[in-house]
């Protein structure tokens, strides 16, 4: 298994030691510093091989995600914040997760397990570079990691603790939230149709007050998402 050098970037102490608590009982895990700001973050990349970054948003000096814009070849990134709202935007920088505080240790261990065992070499980011990368996103399903394309996703059902996910080829069931999900999402790209179903807006054919149909299924329409769902097909608004 590879391992992983890593530094927590946090200002709140209780937090950091949270952290560091965590990342000692990860075997695969090194830390190599707790930095209280973003500009300490850069003197100890300079001096530290760094694989790993626990980075909160809210910083003194510079903020996390201003931070991030800094890095011309960041390590790999898990957020850990108090503000779910800056998830969507976390996730455009190519994050490997978002965490919410207090983080709990099971939700730590689902986030440190998503990481890379190897990063792209930078010849082939070079080579990647005006080409438009497809977004995705790994699910548990059955003991294995499933990686499913943003853009393949139909639709989004929620069965209580768990979602299943269409695409054309195939549906998967995952542990998730509808909320948590849709956080991941961009607004832009998909819509909350109902308690327990989103949308792929370019995948709609066809639609009514109280159904969407999509691949040939209706997808229903909740009561209270009417207007909003009327207002944003009927006017291509986002």
């Known amino acids: ?48 091989k760094v694989d790993l970054i626990f980075l909160d948003i809210h910083l003194p000096k510079l903020k996390g995600l201003d931070f991030i814009k800094t890095l011309k070849h960041a ?86 603790e768990y979602i299943r996910i269409y695409t054309k080829s195939r549906s998967i069931l995952t542990k998730f939230q509808l909320g948590e999900i849709e956080q991941l999402l961009s607004k832009a790209e998909f819509i909350r149709v109902h308690r327990s179903f989103i949308v792929a807006k370019d995948k709609i054919e066809a639609f009514t007050t109280t159904d969407i149909e999509i691949n040939g299924k209706q997808v229903p329409v909740g009561r209270s998402y009417k207007e909003l769902v009327q207002s944003i097909l009927e006017h291509g608004s986002g």
């Open 1 to 48: 298994m590879q391992h992983y050098n890593c530094i927590v970037v946090e200002d709140e102490p209780l937090a950091a030691e949270v952290l560091q608590d965590y990342i000692k009982q990860v075997s695969f895990l090194s830390l190599k510093g707790i930095c209280n700001d973003a500009i300490y973050a850069l003197e100890m990349l300079q001096r530290e």
């Open 75 to 160: 390590p790999q990134i898990i957020i850990t914040s108090a503000y779910h709202e800056y998830a969507l935007q976390g996730y455009e920088y190519n994050v490997v997760d978002y965490l919410l505080k207090p983080v709990e240790f099971s939700r730590f261990l689902a986030a440190v397990n998503k990481l890379k065992p190897d990063l792209i070499p930078e010849t082939a980011q070079t080579a990647n570079i005006g080409r438009e990368e497809r977004r995705f996103l790994f699910f548990n399903v059955s003991k294995k990691k499933v990686k499913i394309y943003l853009d393949e996703i139909l639709y989004i059902e929620s069965l209580k």
